[in-house]
């Protein structure tokens, strides 16, 4: 198993080892039932401890900024688009992708740079100062592990959305290269949005070894949004740090409790219970843990990133090998067996590799998201297919 923590990027992060696909449940009866002390220990805070953090705020340089280079009679769909031009395009602010911190608004315009949440905050932002509808999209992607010390960072995504009317409507994507799961969009609140915000913050702090900081950080997501799956699960791994068992325990499964999907969860209450000396039900969660995984592609097609980047080439192969068993078309698994083949040395696995990633993507211009556009233009009266929300964060496997 692996050693280490996860988290949730982009919009969403979480401290986590393993996952599963989104739309999947894990068969476990936790017996979980609230309990009043824990909550209040956790959620005891009486107002935002952040008042002064406005995610969305526009400062006189920004609204300046805009009033300088939008007409004042543009239509909503002109508007749409002359922001695009004035956040993604050399000349203009030419905001380039960062996933390693979460800003507000304000500090994504002056640092130039930004994950998913930071830039569609300021996206959402404008287009509200200049009359347009938007709004906070979640999408489910495809899922991505990256390590970062001893955790392992899991990637999700957030847009912006908005109608021009009764039939047509705008998505504004800007993560590069991200590839999406089908018919997953959901619309959420601003409330919701300021929540991922200090979850990410809180995980941010956790990766930087500031566990003190991190708790403050989650206990602000978890009194804007109870409900915050995610944050629940990253507070128990800063109580697991801090040495407080009981709240981590606790926090894990309600974690799980509010979102029967949080595998992550699950995966550290099995590091958890074994850490504990019960390794029956370490165990028990574990095997749950492993037969979701060994049935998730993009699991496998993670775990073979990550050992190619450590030079385990062997074992690259055969977690991509799995991936390809699990899943036939999808171009990059066949991308990554053709790098991984050229380094074992097998020029012609390689190259027969390529050439089927190549035809699969030739054959379907639906796979990947084209980040170039920035903007789509949905008419619901046709019929068309739709291509971070934060972190999460792990903390390894039961051995």
Known sequence: ?????????????????????ACSII????????D?????????????????????????????????????????????????????????LNIQYDDLRTRTAIETFQDRQGNCLSVVSLYIAMARHLGVDARFQTVKVRPRWDRRGELLVIS?????????????????????????????????????????????????????????????????????????????????????????KALAEYAYRKAYATDKTNATAINNLAKYYHNQGDFETSERYTKAIERFNNRNPYYHYNMGNIAYAESDFEMAREHFTRAVRRKEVEPDFYYALSKTYEQLGNELQSQRMYEM???????????????????RIVNEKSILSETSAGISISTGGAR
Request: charged fraction near 20%.
């Open 357 to 375: 990633a190549r035809l699969m993507v030739l054959a379907s211009d639906e796979i990947y998201l084209p980040s170039q556009n920035k903007v």
């Open 156 to 244: 999700q995504h957030i847009n912006a959305v908005g109608r021009f009317g009764q039939s047509t409507y705008y998505v504004v994507d800007f993560t590069p290269e991200i590839s999406v799961q089908q018919l997953t969009a959901a619309t959420v609140s601003d409330t919701h949005a300021r929540a991922l915000y200090f979850n990410n913050l809180g995980a941010e702090s956790l990766i930087a070894g500031d566990s003190e900081r991190a708790l403050q950080f989650f206990k602000n997501a978890l009194w804007t949004d109870p409900a915050l799956s995610i944050a629940w699960n990253n507070i128990g791994t800063a109580y697991n740090r801090n040495g407080d």
């Open 1 to 21: 198993m692996l050693k280490g923590s996860g988290l949730f990027r982009c919009l969403m992060l979480w401290v986590l080892c393993v996952t599963i696909s």
């Open 27 to 34: 068969p476990l009866d936790l017996g979980f039932s609230n």
């Open 36 to 92: 009043g002390e824990m909550d209040a220990v956790i959620l005891g805070q009486g107002e935002d401890a952040f008042p002064e953090l406005d995610t969305m705020a526009l400062n006189q340089e920004i609204t300046d900024y805009l009033a300088a280079h939008v007409p004042r009679r543009a239509t909503d769909r002109e508007i749409v688009d002359r922001l695009r031009e004035l956040l993604f395009e050399e000349g203009y």
